[in-house]
Protein backbone atom coordinates (compact mmCIF):
# COMPACT_ATOMS: atom_id res chain seq x y z
CA UNK A 1 0.00 0.00 0.00
CA UNK A 2 1.00 3.74 -1.00
CA UNK A 3 2.93 4.99 2.04
CA UNK A 4 0.74 8.06 1.74
CA UNK A 5 -2.08 6.08 3.48
CA UNK A 6 -2.91 5.48 6.72
CA UNK A 7 -4.35 2.60 7.76
CA UNK A 8 -7.25 3.72 10.31
CA UNK A 9 -9.35 -0.08 10.21
CA UNK A 10 -12.23 -1.78 8.98
CA UNK A 11 -15.80 0.11 8.23
CA UNK A 12 -19.09 -0.97 9.67
CA UNK A 13 -19.24 -2.80 6.07
CA UNK A 14 -16.03 -4.17 6.17
CA UNK A 15 -13.99 -2.34 4.10
CA UNK A 16 -9.95 -1.58 5.45
CA UNK A 17 -9.98 1.96 5.36
CA UNK A 18 -7.25 4.47 4.44
CA UNK A 19 -6.66 7.90 4.85
CA UNK A 20 -5.41 10.54 2.59
CA UNK A 21 -3.81 13.30 4.42
CA UNK A 22 -2.02 16.64 4.03
CA UNK A 23 1.25 18.26 4.89
CA UNK A 24 -0.56 19.09 8.63
CA UNK A 25 -2.43 15.55 8.98
CA UNK A 26 -5.26 16.71 8.07
CA UNK A 27 -7.45 13.92 6.55
CA UNK A 28 -8.42 15.11 2.94
CA UNK A 29 -10.29 12.21 1.99
CA UNK A 30 -11.17 8.27 2.94
CA UNK A 31 -10.98 5.27 0.87
CA UNK A 32 -12.48 1.46 1.46
CA UNK A 33 -10.84 -1.05 0.18
CA UNK A 34 -11.81 -4.53 -0.31
CA UNK A 35 -9.52 -7.50 -0.55
CA UNK A 36 -9.08 -9.58 -3.54
CA UNK A 37 -7.25 -12.89 -2.56
CA UNK A 38 -4.76 -14.90 -5.19
CA UNK A 39 -7.27 -17.90 -5.44
CA UNK A 40 -10.38 -14.85 -6.80
CA UNK A 41 -8.21 -13.60 -9.50
CA UNK A 42 -7.51 -15.14 -12.77
CA UNK A 43 -3.66 -14.59 -12.50
CA UNK A 44 -3.23 -15.65 -8.87
CA UNK A 45 -1.83 -12.17 -7.62
CA UNK A 46 -4.47 -10.62 -5.60
CA UNK A 47 -4.18 -7.28 -3.75
CA UNK A 48 -6.56 -4.28 -2.71
CA UNK A 49 -8.54 -2.52 -5.10
CA UNK A 50 -10.26 0.78 -3.89
CA UNK A 51 -14.11 0.70 -4.31
CA UNK A 52 -15.03 3.71 -2.33
CA UNK A 53 -14.00 7.35 -1.59
CA UNK A 54 -15.82 9.72 0.58
CA UNK A 55 -15.03 12.55 2.85
CA UNK A 56 -16.83 10.44 6.30
CA UNK A 57 -16.81 6.97 7.69
CA UNK A 58 -17.92 4.91 10.35
CA UNK A 59 -15.42 2.45 11.52
CA UNK A 60 -15.99 -1.13 12.68
CA UNK A 61 -15.86 -0.04 16.51
CA UNK A 62 -18.44 2.71 15.78
CA UNK A 63 -16.21 5.32 15.43
CA UNK A 64 -17.13 8.20 13.19
CA UNK A 65 -14.12 10.03 11.38
CA UNK A 66 -14.18 13.32 8.79
CA UNK A 67 -12.28 14.59 6.38
CA UNK A 68 -10.37 17.56 8.04
CA UNK A 69 -9.75 15.68 11.45
CA UNK A 70 -6.38 15.55 12.51
CA UNK A 71 -4.71 12.30 12.81
CA UNK A 72 -2.82 13.12 15.21
CA UNK A 73 -5.70 13.54 17.59
CA UNK A 74 -6.39 9.64 16.56
CA UNK A 75 -5.32 6.86 18.73
CA UNK A 76 -4.02 4.57 15.12
CA UNK A 77 -3.44 0.70 14.84
CA UNK A 78 -0.35 -0.07 15.84
CA UNK A 79 0.42 -1.51 12.44
CA UNK A 80 -1.24 -2.07 8.69
CA UNK A 81 -1.89 -5.80 8.26
CA UNK A 82 -2.22 -5.13 4.79
CA UNK A 83 0.81 -3.51 4.15
CA UNK A 84 2.42 -5.75 1.62
CA UNK A 85 0.02 -5.93 -0.59
CA UNK A 86 -0.47 -4.24 -4.08
CA UNK A 87 -2.98 -1.99 -5.35
CA UNK A 88 -4.97 -3.29 -7.92
CA UNK A 89 -7.69 -2.83 -10.34
CA UNK A 90 -10.26 -5.31 -11.55
CA UNK A 91 -13.50 -6.77 -13.11
CA UNK A 92 -15.14 -9.49 -12.68
CA UNK A 93 -17.66 -12.29 -14.91
CA UNK A 94 -21.07 -11.74 -14.39
CA UNK A 95 -20.98 -15.52 -14.43
CA UNK A 96 -18.40 -16.76 -12.67
CA UNK A 97 -17.60 -13.97 -10.27
CA UNK A 98 -14.21 -14.47 -11.01
CA UNK A 99 -11.82 -11.18 -10.68
CA UNK A 100 -9.51 -10.39 -13.86
CA UNK A 101 -6.60 -7.31 -13.63
CA UNK A 102 -7.35 -4.46 -15.96
CA UNK A 103 -4.46 -5.00 -17.53
CA UNK A 104 -5.60 -8.32 -18.77
CA UNK A 105 -9.16 -7.05 -19.96
CA UNK A 106 -8.65 -7.19 -23.75
CA UNK A 107 -7.75 -10.81 -23.57
CA UNK A 108 -10.81 -11.88 -21.34
CA UNK A 109 -13.84 -9.46 -21.69
CA UNK A 110 -16.42 -9.53 -23.26
CA UNK A 111 -19.51 -7.56 -23.01
CA UNK A 112 -22.98 -8.22 -23.56
CA UNK A 113 -25.44 -6.18 -23.10
CA UNK A 114 -23.96 -3.85 -20.69
CA UNK A 115 -22.30 -6.71 -18.40
CA UNK A 116 -18.64 -8.38 -18.71
CA UNK A 117 -18.01 -12.05 -19.04
CA UNK A 118 -14.95 -14.03 -19.39
CA UNK A 119 -14.62 -15.12 -22.84
CA UNK A 120 -15.01 -18.86 -21.33
CA UNK A 121 -18.08 -17.85 -19.59
CA UNK A 122 -20.40 -15.95 -22.58
CA UNK A 123 -23.86 -17.56 -22.88
CA UNK A 124 -24.43 -19.33 -25.95
CA UNK A 125 -27.27 -17.39 -26.94
CA UNK A 126 -25.29 -14.49 -26.83
CA UNK A 127 -22.60 -15.51 -29.00
CA UNK A 128 -23.84 -14.37 -32.30
CA UNK A 129 -26.44 -12.49 -33.79
CA UNK A 130 -29.28 -13.16 -36.08
CA UNK A 131 -29.56 -10.86 -38.95
CA UNK A 132 -32.89 -9.93 -40.55
CA UNK A 133 -31.91 -7.42 -42.73
CA UNK A 134 -28.43 -6.19 -44.44
CA UNK A 135 -27.54 -3.33 -41.86
CA UNK A 136 -27.72 -5.57 -38.83
CA UNK A 137 -24.06 -6.80 -39.90
CA UNK A 138 -23.43 -3.87 -38.03
CA UNK A 139 -25.08 -5.01 -34.86
CA UNK A 140 -23.03 -8.31 -34.39
CA UNK A 141 -21.17 -9.12 -31.24
CA UNK A 142 -17.43 -8.96 -31.08
CA UNK A 143 -16.77 -12.53 -30.06
CA UNK A 144 -12.97 -12.34 -31.38
CA UNK A 145 -11.62 -13.66 -28.41
CA UNK A 146 -14.17 -16.68 -28.14
CA UNK A 147 -13.74 -20.10 -28.98
CA UNK A 148 -17.11 -20.55 -31.33
CA UNK A 149 -16.36 -24.11 -31.69
CA UNK A 150 -18.89 -25.22 -28.67
CA UNK A 151 -21.46 -24.19 -31.30
CA UNK A 152 -20.75 -26.79 -33.95
CA UNK A 153 -23.53 -28.66 -33.06
CA UNK A 154 -26.09 -25.98 -33.75
CA UNK A 155 -24.40 -24.04 -36.17
CA UNK A 156 -22.82 -24.24 -39.53
CA UNK A 157 -19.94 -21.41 -40.80
CA UNK A 158 -21.32 -20.28 -44.30
CA UNK A 159 -19.30 -17.26 -44.78
CA UNK A 160 -16.36 -14.86 -43.65
CA UNK A 161 -16.25 -11.12 -44.79
CA UNK A 162 -13.75 -8.94 -44.24
CA UNK A 163 -14.96 -5.09 -43.53
CA UNK A 164 -13.69 -1.90 -42.97
CA UNK A 165 -14.55 -0.39 -39.19
CA UNK A 166 -12.89 2.49 -39.80
CA UNK A 167 -16.07 4.27 -42.09
CA UNK A 168 -13.18 5.59 -44.27
CA UNK A 169 -12.46 2.45 -46.59
CA UNK A 170 -12.95 2.54 -50.10
CA UNK A 171 -14.64 0.03 -52.82
CA UNK A 172 -11.55 -0.13 -54.19
CA UNK A 173 -10.11 -1.55 -51.17
CA UNK A 174 -10.12 -5.45 -50.21
CA UNK A 175 -12.51 -4.69 -46.89
CA UNK A 176 -15.74 -4.41 -47.73
CA UNK A 177 -17.24 -1.05 -47.30
CA UNK A 178 -20.80 -0.06 -45.49
CA UNK A 179 -22.60 -0.65 -48.66
CA UNK A 180 -20.84 -3.47 -50.12
CA UNK A 181 -21.42 -5.51 -47.02
CA UNK A 182 -24.93 -4.58 -46.98
CA UNK A 183 -25.32 -5.64 -50.73
CA UNK A 184 -23.28 -8.97 -49.43
CA UNK A 185 -25.90 -9.87 -46.84
CA UNK A 186 -28.63 -9.47 -48.90
CA UNK A 187 -27.03 -12.01 -50.93
CA UNK A 188 -26.70 -14.15 -48.33
CA UNK A 189 -30.41 -13.82 -47.20
CA UNK A 190 -31.43 -14.41 -50.38
CA UNK A 191 -29.36 -17.96 -50.87
CA UNK A 192 -29.74 -19.04 -46.84
CA UNK A 193 -32.90 -17.41 -45.52
CA UNK A 194 -31.92 -17.15 -41.52
CA UNK A 195 -28.36 -16.57 -40.94
CA UNK A 196 -26.48 -14.89 -37.65
CA UNK A 197 -23.11 -13.48 -37.71
CA UNK A 198 -20.41 -12.39 -34.95
CA UNK A 199 -16.71 -10.58 -35.44
CA UNK A 200 -14.28 -13.24 -34.92
CA UNK A 201 -11.32 -10.96 -35.62
CA UNK A 202 -10.74 -7.39 -34.86
CA UNK A 203 -7.77 -5.39 -36.11
CA UNK A 204 -7.70 -1.37 -35.91
CA UNK A 205 -9.05 -0.34 -39.04
CA UNK A 206 -10.70 -3.92 -40.65
CA UNK A 207 -12.83 -7.18 -39.01
CA UNK A 208 -13.55 -10.53 -40.61
CA UNK A 209 -17.23 -11.20 -39.35
CA UNK A 210 -18.42 -15.13 -39.88
CA UNK A 211 -21.90 -16.05 -40.94
CA UNK A 212 -23.64 -18.87 -39.82
CA UNK A 213 -26.71 -20.90 -40.36
CA UNK A 214 -28.67 -22.86 -38.04
CA UNK A 215 -28.29 -26.99 -37.96
CA UNK A 216 -32.09 -28.47 -39.36
CA UNK A 217 -33.69 -31.09 -36.93
Known sequence: MKKDKIYLGLSKYHEVIYAEIDENSKITSLNGYQIIHDDDISNGCGGMECISSTHDETLENGEVINSGDNLKEWDLPDD???KDLY?????SCEECGQYHDDEDFYDYAVLVECSLYCNE???KENMLKRIEKPNDIFKVPNMSQVDLSVLDDEFTEIDELFCDSSGFGNESEAALTQKGAEIYIEKLLKEHGEIYGAITSAGQFQVYVTIFKKETE
Open 121 to 123: CIP
Open 80 to 82: DPH
Open 87 to 91: EINTW
